[in-house]
């Protein structure tokens, strides 16, 4: 089991910048690859960014490419998504999540999940 937390989230203005933390405890964090996701009202769960537990490599979809950037500290236990020239359409619930899955774009093959954080993005 791995428990995850978020946190970061809030209001900003249409091209400003945040930075979302996911905290994790339980078991070994550095065994999990992890990813972040979103879900909008009205609309389905969405893969955004996700980086792996060996080598680090990191995977973006093409809305968040350039703008996003997943990172990780395997000795705080801590998944970060720095977020920079946010749009309105960026506004959702923002959800981290850890897998031993290959396949990390898949939220189906996401094993554990945090509760989500709030980010809304004022025009």
């Known amino acids: 089991q791995v428990q995850l937390v978020e946190s970061g989230g809030g209001l900003v203005q249409a091209g400003g910048s945040l930075r979302l933390s996911c905290a994790a405890s339980?078991?070994?964090?550095?065994?999990?690859?992890m990813g972040w996701f979103r879900q909008a009202p009205g609309k389905e769960r969405e893969f955004l960014a996700a980086?792996?537990?060996?080598?680090?490599?990191?995977y973006y979809a093409d809305p968040v490419k350039g703008r996003f950037t997943i990172s990780r500290d395997n000795a705080k236990n801590t998944l970060y998504l720095q977020m920079n020239s946010l749009k309105p359409e960026d506004t959702a619930v923002y959800y981290c999540?850890?897998?031993?899955?290959?396949?990390?774009?898949?939220?189906?093959?996401?094993?554990?999940w945090g509760r989500g954080a709030q980010v809304t993005v004022a025009s």
């Open positions: 999540a850890a897998t031993g899955s290959w396949d990390i774009t898949a939220a189906t093959m996401y094993n554990y």
């Open positions: 980086i792996r537990r060996i080598a680090g490599s990191t």
């Open positions: 339980g078991r070994t964090f550095s065994s999990y690859s």
